[in-house]
């Protein structure tokens, strides 16, 4: 099976929440990779699960070998969404240096759908480090596998090729540029949701985008000549770029904006929060299965859309988990201090997460003249 098939599978196990810890991450993404990209995941001398890094009895989650337990890379996994910028990078470098000095050539952070790749080597901080930064799930198959080729196949290993490409990406000046060219891109996609740390995010989603950070000056310079058509772009974002149908002619027999049709039958709601809390509650009875493979995939930077406890729906804003929470069921809550734009993508979300519970149903979700359908 080629690896843009194999990737291909696992956007779709990724989407649906398929991958509840770190070992099915392990098992169900990272395995299956390596061994299309030429490494013989059963030789436990050449792919190494829990390699001790240490006399301090420290161990990675995976060393990728050529001679007998002779690590080249480390790979930390993390159950997805859960890695921390901060402590995952701290305790992947933990492992990679000793003494202050590099173990292994290139170190890697992933969680099955974003994917690290950082040279030991280097000097600064740990995130100066960083070579790329790979989303399987933003990026598309051709480049997944060209990163994932570049840096991790058996055979580049093996003659020093990742290595080297590494190395040259950190150093290349057109890193940058072809930062820069991802810079628009994100801007718009990022737009709808007006976050305060702006310039952060657009980093972060440009870096998804291209791979590539770009400079802070490069981002500045952009929103400077955007500022006067903010306005105007914030109106028309949704119309362009969002990703559910636009259907100009909804049905004006249906009197309300808020609708769900399941399987023909209209439930009209008052507001976009009963909604989308009741569209949960559905979900929910459809599948057991289903908040927790939800809660699995991406949320926001510090917020979840769901938990067990309703203290971690907004980071450490627990005033707003106390007024905007409501709960799916006995042990579920859900997140409600959203725009009903974000809602639209929650509940897209939740119906990619769904839908294979959903064969046997014909869904739309209406809000605001947007129709969503699994």
Same mark, same amino acid.
Request: proline fraction near 3%.
């Given at each position: 099976?080629?690896?843009?098939?194999?990737?291909?599978?696992?956007?779709?196990? /990724?989407?649906?929440?398929?991958?509840?810890?770190?070992?099915?991450?392990?098992?169900?993404?990272?395995?299956?990779?390596?061994?299309?990209?030429?490494?013989?995941?059963?030789?436990?001398?050449?792919?190494?699960?829990?390699?001790?890094?240490?006399?301090?009895?420290?161990?990675?989650?995976?060393?990728?070998? %050529?001679?007998?337990?002779?690590? +080249?890379?480390?790979?930390?996994?993390?159950?997805?969404?859960?890695?921390?910028?901060?402590?995952?990078?701290?305790?992947?470098?933990?492992?990679?240096?000793?003494?202050?000095?590099?173990?292994?050539? /290139?170190?890697?952070?992933?969680?099955?759908?974003?994917?690290?790749?950082?040279?030991?080597?280097?000097?600064?901080?740990?995130?100066? =480090?960083?070579?790329?930064?790979?989303?399987?799930?933003?990026?598309?198959?051709?480049?997944?596998?060209?990163?994932?080729?570049?840096? /991790?196949?058996?055979?580049?290993?093996?003659?020093?090729?990742?290595?080297?490409?590494?190395?040259?990406?950190?150093?290349?000046?057109?890193?940058?540029?072809?930062?820069?060219?991802?810079?628009?891109?994100?801007?718009?996609?990022?737009?709808?949701?007006?976050?305060?740390?702006?310039?952060?995010?657009?980093?972060?989603?440009?870096?998804?985008?291209?791979?590539?950070?770009?400079?802070?000056?490069?981002?500045?310079?952009?929103?400077?000549? %955007?500022?006067?058509?903010?306005?105007?772009?914030?109106?028309?974002?949704?119309?362009?770029?969002?990703?559910?149908?636009?259907?100009?002619?909804? $049905?004006? =027999?249906? $009197?309300?904006?808020?609708?769900?049709?399941? $399987?023909?039958?209209?439930?009209?709601?008052?507001?976009?929060?009963? /909604?989308?809390?009741?569209?949960?509650?559905?979900?929910?009875?459809?599948?057991?299965?289903?908040?927790?493979?939800?809660?699995?995939?991406?949320?926001?930077?510090? =917020?979840?859309?769901?938990?067990?406890?309703?203290? $971690?729906?907004?980071?450490?804003?627990?005033?707003?988990?106390?007024?905007?929470?409501?709960?799916?069921?006995?042990?579920?809550?859900?997140?409600?201090?959203?725009?009903?734009?974000?809602?639209?993508?929650?509940? +897209?979300?939740?119906?990619?997460?769904?839908?294979?519970?959903?064969?046997?149903?014909?869904?739309?979700?209406?809000?605001?003249?947007? =129709?969503?359908?699994?």
């Amino acid at each position: 099976m080629k690896l843009t098939q194999i990737l291909k599978q696992k956007q779709k196990n /990724l989407r649906e929440g398929r991958y509840l810890n770190e070992a099915e991450v392990i098992q169900g993404v990272i395995l299956p990779i390596l061994l299309e990209l030429g490494w013989p995941v059963d030789d436990t001398s050449v792919v190494v699960p829990q390699h001790k890094t240490d006399s301090k009895n420290h161990q990675v989650d995976l060393a990728l070998c %050529l001679q007998y337990r002779k690590p +080249q890379v480390y790979i930390e996994v993390k159950a997805v969404g859960k890695i921390d910028p901060e402590s995952s990078v701290e305790q992947l470098f933990n492992y990679a240096l000793q003494s202050g000095e590099p173990v292994v050539p /290139l170190a890697v952070l992933t969680d099955g759908q974003e994917w690290n790749f950082y040279l030991p080597e280097k000097q600064g901080r740990f995130n100066d =480090r960083k070579v790329c930064r790979l989303d399987i799930l933003e990026s598309d198959l051709i480049k997944s596998q060209k990163i994932l080729e570049g840096y /991790l196949s058996y055979e580049n290993i093996k003659t020093g090729k990742a290595f080297d490409k590494a190395r040259a990406d950190y150093t290349s000046g057109k890193n940058n540029k072809v930062a820069e060219k991802a810079v628009p891109k994100a801007y718009e996609e990022i737009l709808k949701d007006k976050p305060d740390e702006l310039i952060k995010i657009i980093s972060k989603k440009t870096e998804a985008l291209s791979g590539y950070i770009p400079s802070e000056d490069s981002i500045l310079d952009f929103l400077e000549q %955007l500022y006067n058509s903010w306005i105007a772009a914030s109106h028309s974002y949704h119309e362009k770029n969002y990703k559910v149908s636009i259907n100009e002619n909804i $049905d004006t =027999r249906v $009197d309300g904006k808020y609708l769900f049709i399941c $399987d023909g039958r209209k439930h009209l709601f008052r507001n976009s929060k009963e /909604l989308m809390v009741n569209i949960f509650k559905f979900l929910a009875e459809c599948d057991n299965t289903f908040l927790e493979r939800f809660a699995s995939r991406k949320h926001g930077i510090k =917020r979840k859309y769901v938990a067990k406890d309703k203290y $971690d729906l907004y980071g450490n804003r627990k005033d707003l988990a106390e007024r905007f929470s409501a709960k799916i069921t006995s042990e579920w809550w859900i997140g409600t201090n959203y725009s009903d734009d974000m809602k639209k993508k929650i509940l +897209q979300l939740a119906l990619e997460v769904a839908a294979p519970s959903l064969a046997n149903h014909n869904l739309e979700i209406i809000i605001n003249n947007d =129709r969503i359908t699994v």
